[in-house]
């Protein structure tokens, strides 16, 4: 079985091990323009070993961004700082990927640390009306009231998505993800709780998943047939009649001959009232049932922290990748010191190697 420092081949890109990082909303552009802020945030945790660097959540419009400093790659003028960032990362040995988000009926809210809390953000602060969503349904008492998209604004999402991965190949990225999880946009579609459409695009789960499906087409026509394409989920949304484990294994079955080269598997963020049972490692049996029952390689998420609890996720073929967040944020170099810890042999940056470990070897 692999480990997780064994090679990784999805299409025609070949990854140094199994860790990815995981997309995080930083929450610190103007516009949508990435910043020096997002260079070294991105770049130092290539530096630390990551085999997979993938950017935040990147709105595909303006109305698209969660939070008025949302990431965004809806103009050519965003691409050269993208092109700037990719080129380090790819100087550590990574690849870089880009997760392309739609925040549908979460949009013009707060940032998560910003004083005024939870909810909409007013017009004189920076936010916007036009809110969307497949039905006109919020998402709380003091999120926005969305606008149900009609066909035309449907299509005009699809073009977004189209026209921001021509601007992500331009931008050097080597790895597509499409945000389809924690209730926004596209994972909206999904569910019937926030989508009660009467149309082709609700009610039965063939017609729930069509929006989706439409987004990986378009998305497919403008990348590289080498390139890979990852959709992240929310696995279950932790609510009785909501999406749940068992749609997700038949809308991976469904995307397994759609082009889709791995799925990352998360969990709830549709409902602000769900249950949901946090432990280490809770949403791993998602990636590993998935994988099991349809053959499409999964990621893995959610709590995981320990250089031996993400080998033996590998080990055990639960995922054939972890991808980790918040211990990244507390550790950038966290896959050199799990090579360590593994007795692995990791690679380090050649100016760091003065302080390397006996067995590791020179990038």
């Known amino acids: 079985m692999p480990d997780l420092f064994s090679p990784l081949k999805l299409r025609g890109l070949s990854l140094s091990n199994r860790i990815a990082v995981s997309p995080m909303c930083q929450y610190s552009c103007q516009d949508g323009f990435a910043t020096d802020w997002h260079l070294v945030h991105l770049?130092?945790?290539?530096?630390g070993g990551a085999a997979l660097v993938i950017m935040e959540a990147t709105a595909v419009s303006p109305?698209?961004?969660?939070?008025?400093q949302d990431h965004g790659i809806w103009q050519d003028a965003h691409i050269a700082k993208l092109l700037q960032i990719t080129d380090f990362i790819h100087t550590q040995g990574a690849k870089a990927g880009i997760q392309l988000a739609h925040a549908g009926r979460k949009a013009s809210t707060w940032r998560p640390f910003d004083d005024a809390g939870d909810g909409a953000v007013p017009a004189a602060k920076g936010g916007w009306s036009n809110v969307f969503a497949p039905s006109a349904i919020p998402f709380s008492e003091t999120y926005p009231q969305p606008i149900?998209?009609?066909?035309?604004?449907?299509?005009k999402v699809v073009d977004d998505f189209a026209a921001?991965?021509?601007?992500?190949?331009?931008?050097?990225?080597?790895?597509?993800?499409?945000?389809?999880?924690?209730?926004?946009?596209?994972?909206?579609?999904l569910s019937p709780l926030s989508n009660q459409r009467t149309d082709s695009y609700g009610g039965a789960f063939e017609n729930r998943i069509q929006a989706l499906l439409e987004v990986i087409e378009a998305v497919r026509s403008e990348w590289p047939l080498d390139c890979p394409v990852l959709v992240r989920i929310s696995a279950t949304d932790w609510v009785e009649g909501g999406w749940d484990i068992e749609q997700s294994v038949a809308l991976a079955g469904v995307l397994k001959f759609r082009s889709v080269d791995l799925i990352d598997c998360s969990s709830g963020g549709l409902v602000p009232n769900a249950k949901i049972p946090l432990a280490p490692g809770y949403q791993v049996p998602?990636?590993?049932?998935?994988?099991?029952?349809?053959?499409v390689p999964t990621g893995a998420v959610g709590m995981i922290t320990d250089a031996a609890q993400a080998d033996a996720i590998i080990r055990n073929g639960q995922a054939d990748m972890v991808l980790l967040?918040?211990?990244?944020?507390?550790?950038?170099?966290?896959p050199m010191h799990a090579a360590e810890i593994l007795g692995q042999t990791g690679s380090w940056p050649v100016q760091y190697m003065r302080a390397a470990p006996k067995n590791a070897r020179p990038r």
């Open 286 to 295: 998602f990636a590993e049932r998935i994988r099991r029952e349809t053959g």
């Open 148 to 155: 149900a998209l009609d066909r035309d604004g449907v299509r």
């Open 325 to 334: 967040a918040r211990e990244m944020l507390r550790d950038p170099y966290w």
């Open 63 to 68: 109305e698209a961004r969660i939070s008025p």
């Open 164 to 189: 921001a991965t021509r601007r992500a190949r331009l931008a050097g990225f080597d790895v597509i993800e499409i945000h389809s999880a924690h209730g926004y946009l596209l994972h909206e579609f």
């Open 43 to 47: 770049g130092s945790r290539a530096v």
